[in-house]
Every structure is written in structure tokens, then in C-alpha cells.
């Protein structure tokens, strides 16, 4: 089983729905991103949680909200989604150890539709 | 604030060419890491290295090999003898040190058509 799940990996919604992107991991990681990626613009980093009780934006968080339920999982919304939300979505989880660096390990993506 | 730029948008070459990505990056920090990923047609992103930055050594893996060169802020990526199954959506990628959290900073990406 993949250590770090989207749910769910398509999805086709319309303009002012709210609809909620999940993720979940097993590898007992405190660190949980969430990225979007853009034609060209590579992924960008949208929030970030180093624990439950400690959530962050990233660069571009207007339009989103975030929710960490719980070590293991780490939920994306769109409140009122716009088409120019369509994107891929993804999910990243990375452990906090103390050392110089954690390697971030992701998602297989969800891909949004914004009609 | 850092900054990855990877001018090449896409690359198209015949099977058995060798194709150079190019990587430029930015950042006020001393310690950092630069990171390659894969990105396949099917979506999944696919880790292929990571250097910090006081490794300046070049590496190489197989058909793949990277250029660091700190004084120039280019982490530069080879494939030789270039195979269809390379073709792919190619990240460079830059995160500054532990303290920052390691957020990553991706570059535009490089899509790279390998012909037969």
C-alpha cells in the first residue's frame, strides 16, 4: 500500500461549490504539505503543518484552508472554488528528526476541474 | 526569498541524443539542498537526487548525471543516450535549511520528448 493517499485523485466540480481534497500517510511523519502545480509554474506550496496544533501558509494560500485532524491526515478546501483553482494537487508528508534535512515524500496527486 | 528558475520549458530530441536541463537558482542562505524530480505522463513525481550545498561534487547514476556549480547557483542535469522512457516533466527544486521547515521551492519544470 502507497504510504502517502489522496482521496480523491479526479475530480470535476463546479464554480462556488466547496469541496475538500484529503490526504493520508502511514509513514508517522509530523510534517504534512500541500502543493498545487500549475503548466510552467511548477508546484507551488499552498499551507503547511509541522504538527497537529501548528498550521501554516505557504505562498499561496488565499482561496484555501486546511485542516490537520490528526497526525495522519491532513485535509485541503476550496470554500467557494473558481476555475482558476484547476490544478494538480499534491500532498507531502516529511518527518522531523533534527537532522540538516527531511526528505519530503508525495502523493500521487489529485487532479481538480474547476468548471 | 528563494528562487528556481529552469529557462528550457521544453526539450525535444531523437532516442540516443544526450539532453542537458538547465537549473538556475536563488537564496540568501548558506545551507541548502537542491533536489531533480521526475515527472512521468502518468502524474506521480519521482525523486531522483538531492545535494546540499556544501557537496559540490559531481554525480552520476547510470545514464543520468548532475552538474553543482556553486559559483554560478546551476544545478544542471544529463541524460545520455536519451530512451523514450525518459520523456518526462523535469523539476529542479531548492529548500533552504532545516529551520525553514524544508518547504520546497520548485522550478517551472522542463518537459523533455524523447523521439524514436
Known amino acids: 500500500d502507497a504510504d502517502v493517499t489522496q482521496t480523491p485523485r479526479n475530480r470535476i466540480t463546479k464554480t462556488g461549490k466547496r469541496i475538500m481534497l484529503e490526504c493520508s500517510q502511514t509513514k508517522g511523519h509530523d510534517r504534512m504539505y500541500w502543493y498545487r502545480q500549475d503548466p510552467g509554474l511548477g508546484l507551488r506550496l499552498i499551507y503547511y503543518s509541522f504538527d497537529v496544533k501548528d498550521i501554516n501558509k505557504g505562498e499561496i494560500s488565499d482561496g484555501y484552508s486546511v485542516s490537520r485532524q490528526a497526525q495522519a491526515k491532513f485535509s485541503l478546501s476550496l470554500e467557494s472554488a473558481i476555475p482558476n483553482q484547476t490544478a494538480l494537487y499534491f500532498c507531502a508528508t516529511s518527518a522531523d528528526t533534527g537532522v540538516p534535512y527531511n526528505e519530503q515524500f508525495f502523493g500521487p496527486g489529485t487532479r481538480l476541474t474547476v468548471l | 526569498a528563494q528562487k528556481v528558475t529552469q529557462a528550457q520549458t521544453e526539450i525535444s530530441v531523437v532516442e540516443k541524443e544526450d539532453v542537458t536541463l538547465d537549473c538556475v537558482y536563488e537564496?540568501?542562505?548558506?545551507?541548502?539542498?537542491l533536489f531533480w524530480y521526475k515527472q512521468p505522463p502518468s502524474g506521480e513525481l519521482v525523486f531522483l537526487i538531492r545535494?546540499?550545498?556544501?557537496?559540490?561534487q559531481n554525480e552520476i547514476s547510470g545514464r543520468y548525471s548532475w552538474n553543482f556549480q556553486k559559483s554560478t547557483s546551476s544545478f544542471n542535469f544529463t541524460i545520455t543516450a536519451s530512451q523514450v522512457v525518459d520523456s518526462a516533466v523535469y523539476f529542479c527544486?531548492?529548500?533552504?535549511?532545516?529551520?525553514?521547515?524544508?518547504?520546497?521551492?520548485f522550478g517551472g519544470g522542463t518537459r523533455v520528448l524523447v523521439k524514436p
Open positions: 527544486a531548492l529548500s533552504e535549511a532545516e529551520a525553514a521547515g524544508n518547504k520546497l521551492t
Open positions: 537564496t540568501r542562505d548558506t545551507t541548502y539542498y
Open positions: 545535494r546540499n550545498s556544501f557537496d559540490e
